[in-house]
């Protein structure tokens, strides 16, 4: 009998479970009939939801004992929910979904099939319709993540994906304690299908993460799966420097020739603040990297469980 795990981040997904999870029997039913073999476990992880999440999965949990949840003692991001699903999960497969009625039903038996009967490693759910959530805002980052990496990232990136416990193994490998998995499941390789499904919005039309939290997810993912960022330093002050001296040459020769002061202690004031402003930046870029550093030699937990089912 081989098990499939189904992980399923929630933050404040109150009204989404009961609708996922009677989507995600029907499912797993169809399943069922189909491979004989396969039985399902639920994952769940409250990552420090302010509503009724908590509440919703320790009534599933009482009524169904393969159905588990783990409760956070504070919010610690998707990132930290992502991780310890995949940490608990004991399947031979493992879906990571969203936890949106919308997809599951459509998608797990295709990606399901696509591992036992094409061997595939990874089947990924690619999003061909913006939902309401700022993903067009995460697909460009990505695409701009690109530019700086040989490992490219498939965008627009949906949230789920199934995949063969080898993968997930090479996955846990991986020990950093500031995490982007769409970097990381890239980075592993692995025999990769995508598929394509369409979801306008999520069933409650209200996005669970906002504007915010997409930007910083994004730039972790910038500043801790890329070197790239450091290059450009280089590169950005190597032709700030260049540039700057070509055009102090051009102010010197305007004072020469044309004796015109004014004009060029506005150019040069001009100059010194764009210098200054590229070297805040730079300084920036180095800083994010130098406090990432320092996170991880603290060697601090990726989350803190307040309660296992």
């Not at 109150?14 to 491979?35: D, G, H, R, S």
């Not at 996005?207 to 450091?230: C, D, E, M």
């Not at 002050?237 to 055009?247: D, E, K, Q």
Request: aromatic fraction near 12%.
């Amino acid at each position: 009998m081989a098990t499939m795990s189904l992980v399923i981040p929630c933050y404040n997904n109150e009204k989404m479970i009961p609708l996922f999870y009677a989507a995600a029997a029907e499912v797993v039913n169809t399943i069922q009939q189909t491979w004989k073999n396969i039985d399902v476990e639920y994952w769940f992880i409250d990552d420090g939801s302010c509503d009724r999440t908590l509440d919703q999965l320790q009534q599933l949990q009482a009524r169904a004992k393969f159905v588990h949840y783990i409760s956070f003692s504070r919010n610690f991001g998707q990132e930290a929910a992502i991780y310890a699903g995949l940490q608990q999960a004991t399947g031979k497969y493992v879906a990571l979904m969203a936890g949106d009625p919308q997809i599951l039903p459509n998608l797990l038996p295709q990606m399901l099939s696509a591992i036992i009967e094409e061997h595939y490693d990874i089947v990924v759910g690619t999003r061909q319709a913006a939902r309401t959530e700022v993903p067009n805002l995460r697909a460009w980052f990505i695409k701009k993540i690109n530019h700086f990496t040989k490992v490219k990232i498939n965008a627009p990136v949906g949230d789920c994906r199934l995949m063969t416990r080898q993968v997930l193994d090479a996955v846990m490998s991986l020990p950093e304690y500031n995490r982007f998995s769409l970097g990381i499941f890239n980075w592993v390789g692995f025999t990769t299908k995508y598929l394509a499904y369409q979801n306008d919005e999520d069933g409650d039309g209200q996005p669970t993460r906002g504007f915010w939290q997409v930007i910083s997810h994004s730039v972790n993912g910038i500043s801790g799966f890329l070197s790239g960022p450091l290059a450009l330093v280089f590169y950005v002050g190597l032709t700030s420097f260049i540039a700057a001296l070509i055009v102090l040459v051009v102010i010197v020769m305007r004072l020469l020739v044309l004796n015109d002061p004014a004009n060029s202690w506005l150019a040069l004031i001009s100059i010194i603040l764009l210098l200054g402003g590229i070297q805040l930046l730079c300084l920036g870029i180095v800083s994010k990297y130098i406090a990432e550093i320092y996170l991880e030699t603290k060697h601090w937990p990726i989350y803190i469980a307040k309660e296992i089912k």
